[in-house]
């Protein structure tokens, strides 16, 4: 499984939207479901949530099952009922891995779309520990590979990045 984690800090989010946006959150239903729970249904609910309390629009959440399958993020952009969402959308926050956040800048050029992912390798579903840990580290993390994984959260704090939700 792809293992994600996330560039910015909540506070960082706040900083780079602004109150007029119309914002979509965005959420595979897959991989980023078990980085620590850092997107899915739940994920995106309570996002939604907090940027509500704190002032912000938001206009929609799009759970996709895989962002990263091009013609599906196309679907939701020429296609009732989601087309027009995304008409109105100033801006995009993905809770999905890279590969869907190039997609959705692929697809939705005219849109904002935060740089939220950091992909650093991927992972399995530990039975023992209860959680997704980084199995096989990209060589650009620098991370060395440990046959029982690392956990997440000791991969973002090496990285300097958040593991999680918002
Ligand atoms: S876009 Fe990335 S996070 Fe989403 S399903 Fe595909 S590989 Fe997993």
Do not use: Q
């Not at 914002?23 to 609910?45: P, Q, T, Y």
Request: hydrophobic letters at 40%; aromatic letters at 8%.
């Amino acid at each position: 499984m792809i293992v994600t984690l996330r560039k910015l800090s909540y506070e960082d989010l706040k900083k780079k939207l602004k109150k007029e946006d119309k914002i979509v959150i965005w959420s595979c239903n897959n991989c980023v479901k078990f980085c620590n729970g850092l997107g899915g249904r739940e994920a995106m609910a309570r996002l939604k949530e907090k940027l509500e309390k704190d002032g912000f629009n938001v206009i929609h959440t799009e759970l996709i099952g895989l962002s990263c399958v091009l013609d599906l993020v196309h679907l939701r952009a020429l296609e009732e009922p989601t087309k027009t969402i995304f008409e109105e959308a100033t801006v995009i926050i993905p809770l999905a891995c890279e590969d869907g956040y190039e997609n959705l800048k692929h697809v939705f050029k005219d849109k904002r779309i935060i740089d939220v992912p950091l992909t650093v390798g991927l992972g399995v579903f530990s039975t023992e520990f209860g959680a997704l840990r980084l199995t096989v580290p990209f060589e650009d993390t620098g991370i060395e590979a440990k046959v029982e994984g690392i956990p997440l959260e000791e991969v973002a704090k090496k990285l300097g990045v958040y593991a999680g939700p918002f």
